[in-house]
């Protein structure tokens, strides 16, 4: 497995941006695409945006499309999401997550497929 530790995470006023990292150790880092998920209090996870291992495929949650963004860095071991026109809604805390795959270019649904977990960081966004 490999091991992820997030940050970036803050207070902010609605508006307003914040720049989340994912940064990764141990196993291969391009061998895994990476999701970002949140969970605000009292709701489940859910996902958020992720990314292929060769970065050429993106996917979003509708409530983020036009407003985030992910990129990765294989070389850096590292994952962002970039937060823009942030809203009280986004409030939550953020993970990111590993999941191992054979293909450059697909991105796994669910929360299911990816095992490897960080431990999180918290967005609050005041109104």
């Known amino acids: 497995q490999v091991q992820l530790v997030e940050s970036g995470g803050g207070l902010v006023q609605a508006g307003g941006s914040l720049r989340l990292s994912c940064t990764a150790s141990?196993?291969?880092?391009?061998?895994?695409?990476i999701g970002w998920f949140r969970q605000a209090p009292g709701n489940e996870r859910a996902f958020v945006a992720a990314?292929?291992?060769?970065?050429?495929?993106?996917n979003y949650a509708d409530s983020v499309k036009g407003r985030f963004t992910i990129s990765r860095n294989n070389a850096k071991n590292t994952v962002a999401l970039q937060m823009n026109s942030l809203k009280p809604e986004d409030t939550a805390v953020y993970y990111c997550a590993a999941s191992a795959t054979s293909s450059w270019l697909t991105i796994p649904l669910g929360l299911v497929p990816y095992d490897s977990w960080g431990q999180g960081t918290r967005v609050t966004v005041s109104s």
């Open positions: 141990g196993r291969t880092f391009s061998g895994y695409a």
């Open positions: 990314i292929s291992r060769s970065a050429a495929t993106t």
